[in-house]
Structure formats: structure tokens, C-alpha cells
């Protein structure tokens, strides 16, 4: 009976590279089945293999080709159509900006300083058109009505109620001048700005939007645990390695108990139980 002999254990390295081959290969895989080509109404997207590069492991330094993928992406007819009309339709109002943004160099030098005095000299007219006839029936009315109560013209009476009256005038008056100003400011402001949005509107116009693509359902390998594999298995060979030693050592044992016996009942030894002492020993020692 031999000696049984210990398994080898896994050499870390090839264990390592064997590993990152399998990893490396599994990737790719996935990669290839997770480019799935498309049709739509709107277009089609296609892949192909358009290379490889090289990736070298810095555990191992072992080179590896890895294989890289175009997408290639193409409108179908009709959507190919509107495409060239909405970039020709682009490029018109791309180049009627930059011809109006010329203009803009010279008209923003200009501050806008919130005076208009046409538009506000005439809405204090159109105001004054209401307010002045207004404004006289209203003085005759009370100087009528001071006469008829007895209050004379030049008396304290009769100045305190006509300075009250011109007061209120007065009022009316600048009020009409604050909002005609407001508002003559808020046409001043629309009309400097309204070139600036025409040519910003230009700028932004809309695009034809890509095709939409569906949810593709593409499998996924899992990787390989090589290397969980290789130890296992090595487990697996110590196990088996372990056995055999011990079944070896019981019989030594029984043999060595064997011989033992037979010298303390009175040291002689039968010829069969020597001839297996002897072969033990020498099988397994």
C-alpha cells in the first residue's frame, strides 16, 4: 500500500488569468447580445463590431482583445425629410440672426435712459382734454354756489374754498403726469426690447427630435467563478488526500497493537503476523 500524495495546490497567477479571460469573455457576451437592432416608424439603430482594443491585466500583464461596437442610427424616409427641412429652416433663421445681431453692436451702445417724451406729451394731452373742461364747469359751479350762500368774492371764506378746489386740480393734474410718465416708460422699454426678442426668437427655433427606441429584453450571462471553482476542487483533492492518511494510520495502528500483544504474552511472534508487520511498515513508512 503506497503513500498517497498531496494534490498541488492552484497556482495564484493562471488561477488569476484564467479568471479575467472568463470575465472578459462573459462581458463581451453580454455586450453582444445586449445590442439588439431596432425598427421603428421613426427609424432604425443597428450595431456592428467596429474593432478591438487592447487591455493588458496589471495582476497578470496578459493581453487581452476586447471587442468595441458602433451604434449606427438612420431616420426612416419621411423622418430623413423633415430632418434636411428643419436644419434648412435652421440655418435661414441662423443666418437672418446674425445679420440682425449686427445691428444690436450699435443699438445697445445706446442706454436706455426711460424717457419718451413724444408718448408722454401726448398722453398728458389726451388727459388735459378731459380734465380741462372738466375742471372749469366744476370752478363755476362753486363760485355760483358761494355767491348764492352768500359769500363774497375776496372774502377768507371764498379763498379757502377756491385754494381747496385748485388743489384738487393740482393733484388730478400731477397724477395725470406721473402715469402718463409710467406708461410712456413701459412703451420706451417694450420698444427697445422688441428687436433684441425678435432676433432671440430666431435663435431658438424648434428641431426635429430623434426616434424613440423600444425597452429591449436581451439576456445577461453571469461570469464563472473560476477561480472559486479551481479552490474548490482543491478542497475537494485534500479532502480525498486527508482520507487515505487517515485509513493509512488505522492500519498502522492495528498493526503496531497487533505486534504489541503478541510480545506481552510472552514476546514470540507468529511467522504470518511478522511477514504483516513487516509489509505494513514498509507500505506505508
Known amino acids: ?30 455586450t453582444a447580445m445586449g445590442n439588439v437592432n431596432q425598427v421603428t416608424p421613426e427609424g432604425s439603430l443597428s450595431y456592428a463590431q467596429s474593432g478591438t482594443y487592447k487591455y493588458t491585466d496589471p495582476a497578470t500583464g496578459r493581453t487581452y482583445d476586447v471587442p468595441t461596437f458602433t451604434a449606427t442610427q438612420k431616420y426612416s424616409p419621411e423622418q430623413q425629410r423633415l430632418y434636411e427641412t428643419g436644419v434648412g429652416t435652421q ?9 440682425q445681431s449686427a445691428f444690436l453692436q450699435d443699438y445697445m451702445a445706446k442706454p436706455f435712459d426711460g424717457t419718451n417724451d413724444a408718448t408722454e406729451a401726448r398722453l398728458i394731452e389726451l388727459g388735459r382734454k378731459r380734465l380741462d373742461p372738466m375742471f372749469t364747469e366744476r370752478r363755476a359751479s362753486m363760485e355760483q354756489d358761494l355767491a348764492n350762500r352768500g359769500i363774497a368774492m375776496g372774502s377768507r371764506a371764498y379763498d379757502s374754498a377756491m385754494r381747496r378746489s385748485s388743489e384738487a386740480e393740482n393733484d388730478a393734474y400731477n397724477q395725470l403726469l406721473l402715469t402718463g410718465n409710467s406708461q410712456a416708460f413701459s412703451q420706451g422699454q417694450a420698444t427697445r426690447n422688441q428687436p433684441i426678442n425678435e432676433i432671440t426668437a430666431l435663435m431658438s427655433g424648434s428641431q426635429v427630435s430623434g426616434p424613440s427606441w423600444a425597452s429591449t429584453n436581451a439576456g445577461q450571462i453571469a461570469n464563472t467563478d473560476f477561480a472559486g471553482l479551481q479552490q474548490q476542487a482543491y478542497a475537494n483533492q485534500m479532502n480525498a488526500y486527508n482520507q487515505k492518511m487517515q485509513q493509512g494510520n488505522s492500519i498502522m495502528g492495528g498493526l503496531f497493537g497487533l505486534g504489541a500483544a503478541a510480545i506481552g504474552a510472552g514476546g514470540l511472534v507468529s511467522p504470518a503476523a511478522s511477514a504483516a508487520i513487516r509489509a505494513g511498515r514498509g507500505g506505508l513508512y
Open 1 to 30: 500500500m503506497g503513500k498517497p500524495k498531496a494534490p498541488k495546490a492552484p497556482d495564484p497567477a493562471k488561477t488569476a488569468a484564467a479568471q479575467t479571460g472568463s470575465n472578459i469573455a462573459t462581458a463581451a457576451a453580454n
Open 91 to 99: 440655418q435661414n433663421l441662423a443666418d437672418l440672426a446674425k445679420g
